[in-house]
Nanobody, 124 residues
Framework: QVQLVESGGGLVQAGGSLRLSCAAS????????MGWFRQIPGKEREFVAA????????HYADAVLGRFTMTRDNGKNMVYLQMNSLKAEDTAVYYC?????????????????WGQGTQVTVSS
């Protein structure tokens, strides 16, 4: 059974940075999609970034391109999201996800394992 545990969220001022971490267990993840979504209360979950397999370049949402960087450490079963130049509109609960092999798309339903989420709040 796949388990995902996020950490690293918190409160930061606009323009600041945060690094989210996700510890994954229950499977060998090298050939599976891994990524991040976020959700603002009252809105649907929104794609942030994903990579289709270990070593592949991540795909980013336009809203975070150039500011966020996703990395995978497959030896440690860890996924990271470095978030720079944060804006108030980045405030959300951020979820680590695992999806199908060789997939880096934006469809929420394609990702079948989700963490519990970590809150990121950016003050303006």
């Amino acid at each position: 059974q796949v388990q995902l545990v996020e950490s690293g969220g918190g409160l930061v001022q606009a323009g600041g940075s945060l690094r989210l971490s996700c510890a994954a267990s229950g499977r060998t993840f090298s050939y599976y999609a891994m990524g991040w979504f976020r959700q603002i209360p009252g809105k649907e979950r929104e794609f942030v970034a994903a990579s289709s397999r270990a070593g592949s370049s991540p795909h980013y949402a336009d809203a975070v391109l150039g500011r966020f960087t996703m990395t995978r450490d497959n030896g440690k079963n860890m996924v990271y999201l470095q978030m720079n130049s944060l804006k108030a509109e980045d405030t959300a609960v951020y979820y680590c996800v695992v999806g199908p092999r060789n997939y880096d798309g934006t469809q929420t339903v394609a990702y079948d394992s989700w963490g519990q989420g970590t809150q990121v709040t950016v003050s303006s």
